[in-house]
Nanobody
C-alpha cells in the first residue's frame, strides 16, 4: 500500500490561512486528492491534481480560496488554504488514485489509499 501522512493543520481565525502537506511513500503515477470530513457529515471532495501536476479540479466551495500543488521529487503535495471560514472546520485527508492523465474524481470511494488526516479548526 501507499502510506500517506498529512501535516500542517491547526487553529486559525476566520480570514486566515494554512498550508497543509501530504507526504507519501510514493506518488508515482498517482493522482492525489484532498478531502475533508466534519463530525456527523459525509466526507467531502475538495480538490485533486493529476500525476504530472498540469491539471487540477476544485469543489465550488473552495474555488478561488484553496490551491493544490505537488512536488513529485519530494513525494509531497500541498493544499494552500486562504480566506478560511468556520465552515471549513474539518479533518482534512489526502488520498491517491492511479491516474496518468487527469485529476481524480470527487467520489471518495474511488481512491485507493488514504492518510490519517489532520485537524483544521477555523474559529474566533
Amino acid at each position: 500500500q501507499v502510506q500517506l501522512v498529512e501535516s500542517g493543520g491547526g487553529l486559525v481565525q476566520p480570514g486566515g490561512s494554512l498550508r497543509l502537506s501530504c507526504t507519501a511513500s510514493t506518488l508515482r503515477q498517482y493522482a492525489v486528492g484532498w478531502f475533508r470530513q466534519a463530525p456527523g457529515r459525509e466526507r467531502e471532495f475538495i480538490t485533486s491534481i493529476d500525476w504530472a501536476g498540469g491539471s487540477t479540479t476544485y469543489a465550488d466551495s473552495v474555488k478561488g480560496r484553496f490551491t493544490m500543488s505537488r512536488d513529485n521529487a519530494k513525494n509531497t503535495v500541498y493544499l494552500q488554504m486562504n480566506s478560511l471560514r468556520p465552515e471549513d472546520t474539518a479533518v482534512y485527508y489526502c488520498a491517491v488514485i492511479r491516474s496518468l492523465a487527469r485529476p481524480g474524481p470527487p467520489e471518495a470511494k474511488m481512491y485507493d489509499y488514504w492518510g490519517q488526516g489532520t485537524q483544521v479548526t477555523v474559529s474566533s
